[in-house]
């Protein structure tokens, strides 16, 4: 045994949501070997005292542009557009493989140090997101975002297209890397920023090469509504129609999404990455989870970019699902603190197709642990452990991130990540390229 | 001098807003002493290096229950009256002024932790509370909740009745303790839980005795409607016939406001406490504080009780405020960052009635600052420290916070309050006390 954690408390997100006190739990070649109430015959060559500690398994990111740290802030309290257009997109154009690489190490630092052991990320430089994940030891499902802003009366040459070039040759370094590590995925980036040529295109191609695919869904209302006036069908019912969703696929923010929509989701197996913060923020709307759930969705949770959240923190999207559940059914029993628990982690790992390698402490499965401090005041006493998780604790209460069994983060140190390096790099290469010909005084300083 | 800091960026929070980077912020005598670019002639007694730190006023938080802290995730997710009913009265019922001073001083340590300096508390067994705020070295308003369920027929003998001489007592024992840093507030604890008998002698008697007022106000629709039911009158209305806001008052929650209720309270200088987390997670509704200010009301910020939030994290607050009205506005622009920020500080201050005393670095003002480590992977790039502070940052981003410029809290350690002994007596004394005829057993342990 690699690694013990002794007299902790596991919250395993197992199928019958046991929550095990003062137990041990085990780690060998990675995975979880060891649940028991009673210690281990053999000696582990380290032991973890866990008292006082929560143990559960890592969360798990659905929706995520992490190289989006690099604006975090940049533009906030616009209207939607004036955000994308007058600041985000500029801004955008400017980035090269180098500064999404810094961004990202920055933006996976800040995963691990909140808990998050996997993420679906979805993105442009590509080759440079999946060096960073390979780097860090973070999982990754990662799509290559792809727009086409031609006209469909025009031919669509698939091969001869430079972002699905650059998908197959993802594909063919990355897919797969570090036995499954980091996956490869396609991506509409939506329906509002493609047509029809594209979405037949990638689909046949995903579902060949068994390739998810990630996409955004009814974000906004006038998304929603301009796609049924142009097709008289919803973006959920035109991409279906289209081959999107024949691979495995995760539709993001499933805002202004009808009955229909939900129950034909839930036929066709795709699960919706519900976005709370970013959704208020931008005021896109507050998703029907409670909706989607009864129609028999899988839901997982997701921060969106850095840029219109301002962090990577999922327990802070926890309790913002909860909170807005409640808030929109008017029902205080809506979305019980377990809900979005198993939104961040169970269901994640469904959405990610990693149901069997993790989301649960379970024997045999991966050892993507974290461990929680529950002796700081705001966790005391702790009467339930579930609800502490969701409505008191914080990403910050995270002191322990494990994948796979190695220690990525703990107690202020990334063991994988030199982030003083990725904090000079941003200072010194990527924010002079995106931001050089912005005003060098920060809009406050007047002194 | 008796403390620098030095090379920071101070978030002022002055009428200009003004934002100062690299700059030299000086503390005397617990006052704000000096601000400016360049360093001081004279020699501090002690400096703080300030780079890579953010200092700003102390956060305010308007609306709590401080002792509450000891029912923390005890029933969540229930509705309000299975909550109150079955689960938080009967607990209450078993508290004494013991077990009230340990979870206070659970909480004021939460409190300094995520940097707030000073509260408005609403609870009973105040003299503990008083006991436990004196001690940890906190600014406090704390007010006595008083309900009356006679008949309002029924003769009332203000003199006579326990909870008004034990009013009458916190005030002579605490009011202006230590220069002013406990005031006294009167407390009619809501329109639904009193009649006019005790909102004409409490009104009468705060207006004499020069003391606050602090009231629940409209925070459930169900509240809101019978009132107007029984008296013709919405709360606001009825409360104000009845002397209640003859005197300063701050009104918690303010949830069904009507727009006659906002001019009313606006004319009458009564400040609405904002309450976003627990209006949403006890499905009470959603503040239109857009409109509050609008009407031209003063609104600070409140956490409410840890049992139903489930923490005092101002921080988290502030987000929620800016996330909800931005929500329910349908506009991203509505509520800026500065906007939350202003009701967490400033705001807070008149609503207190410390405005000429904190809420802005100020010279003159005294030295309530917290620092924050804006060197955390969530908090770079810094475009804009004032949107870093509302939509990235956290109370955890809290390193130090000081009260009149002594030190209450500093990385991790608590300089007024022995968090162990408090622990000991926590788990010792006021568990025991309040849930021993609870199963021992906590629900989720099934191995």
Known sequence: MDTLFSHITAVTMDEAMHVYFDCFVG????????????????????????EGMVLMPGLINCHTHLPMSLLRGYADDYDLS??????????EDRLDG?????????????CLRFGVTSVSDM?????????????????????????????????????????????QALKEKWDGYDGGRIRVEASVHGEYTSNY?????????????????????????????????????????????????????IAAHCVWLEPEDMALL???????????????????????????????MNVALGTDGSASNNNLDLFEEM???????????????????????????????????????????????????????????????????????????SGHDVIMTMVRGKILYAAGKYLTIDLDSVVRELAQYAMPRVFTDDKKVPEQEQA
Not at 82 to 91: A, K
Not at 231 to 239: E, K, M
Request: hydrophobic share 40%.
């Open 82 to 91: 004036t955000w994308l257009n007058d600041y985000i997109f500029p801004r």
């Open 27 to 50: 780690v060998t070649d990675g995975k979880i070997a060891y649940l028991s109430k009673t210690p281990p015959k053999e000696k582990p060559r380290k032991i973890i005292n866990g």
């Open 266 to 296: 839930a036929k066709r197996g795709v699960s919706a990455v519900h976005c709370p913060v970013s959704n208020l923020k931008l005021a896109s709307g507050c998703a029907d989870v409670t909706a989607m759930i009864k129609a028999g």
């Open 319 to 393: 309790k913002a699902a909860a909170l807005m559940a409640k808030g929109k059914t008017g029902d205080p029993t809506a979305m019980p603190a377990t809900a979005p628990l198993m939104m961040a982690t169970v269901c994640g790992a469904r959405a990610q197709r990693r149901e069997k390698e993790c989301g649960m402490i379970k024997l045999g499965m991966d050892a993507d642990l974290i461990m929680l401090d529950f002796t700081s005041p705001h966790l005391m006493p702790c009467h339930n452990v579930i609800s502490q998780l969701v409505y008191a604790a």
């Open 123 to 167: 993105y442009n430089f590509c080759d440079e997101i999946a060096q960073a994940v390979a780097e860090s030891g973070i999982k990754a499902n990662i799509a290559r975002g792809i727009t086409l802003f031609t006209d469909e009366s025009e031919d669509f040459d698939f091969e001869a297209y430079l972002p699905c070039q650059e998908l």
């Open 197 to 249: 040529r594209l979405w037949d295109a990638l689909g046949e191609y995903a579902l060949n090469e068994h390739l998810g695919m990630h996409v955004h869904l009814s974000e906004t209302r006038s998304e929603h509504e301009s796609c049924k006036e142009k097709y008289g069908l919803t973006p959920a019912q035109v991409l279906d129609c289209h081959h999107v969703f024949d691979t495995h696929a």
């Open 98 to 110: 180098r500064a999404v690489k810094a961004a990202t190490l920055l933006s996976i630092a800040e």
